[in-house]
């Protein structure tokens, strides 16, 4: 999904963003999808396979932890919650992990039958006002969420994706862009989940992880 919005904020993040020496601090801000579990693979370890793998220098923030291959990997996901959950605890989150750069997919853990898009919005608005206020510089990649095959429940994602890029739009700013990362094309949940059409298996995981991972490289060295 590209657009002349996009692609000034390509140019941005190559030409007025260079990072200091330190590593860039990632959060991974989600549910479920984000965290990962017992039975299904989050995106974050495979991003950060291909992250080792590109040299970058990152680390991942939060007050959540999972192992990872190259050591504990934190994190803001939290399985079963919704939006607007996660933008009761942003404020508090925010100020302690201090990212540079904010992975943001939420939007699940509702139903059609609530038509909870206007509130997942008015919450995605208020975790990037959040993060804004720790770091006035802060990088939004705000996903585009994957698809669910479990409908009627989630038929409000694609409505959800639809509005989510005029709030991209409405928000960036040239100091604190907000990207948007489209998780939700090419990903099937019929071929990339496990039974339950919502959690992503090792596939989905890696086509999610790529997905951030090419969103990523314009602002790690």
Known sequence: MKSAFLSSILYLSSSLFVFAAEPVRILAMGDSITQGGKTFVTYRLPLDQKLRAAGAKYEFVGSQQSEGPGGPLWHEGYGGK??????????????????????LHCGHNHSAEEKPVPGILAAERAIIEAARKQNPKVVVLLALVIPSGKLPKYAYLP????????????????????????????????????????????????????????????WLK
Do not use: C
Request: glycine residues 4%; negative net charge.
């Open 82 to 103: 919704n939006a607007e959950y996660l933008a009761g605890i942003a404020p508090q989150k925010l100020r302690q992990a201090r990212p540079d750069i904010l992975l």
């Open 159 to 218: 409505e959800l994706n639809q509005a989510e890029v005029l709030l991209a739009r409405e928000l960036t700013r040239p100091e604190s862009p907000v990207m948007i990362v489209d998780q939700f094309t090419g990903f099937d949940p019929q071929k990339d989940t496990i039974l339950d059409k919502v959690h992503p298996n090792a596939q989905g995981a890696e086509k999610m992880a790529a997905k951030w991972f090419s969103a990523l490289k314009p």
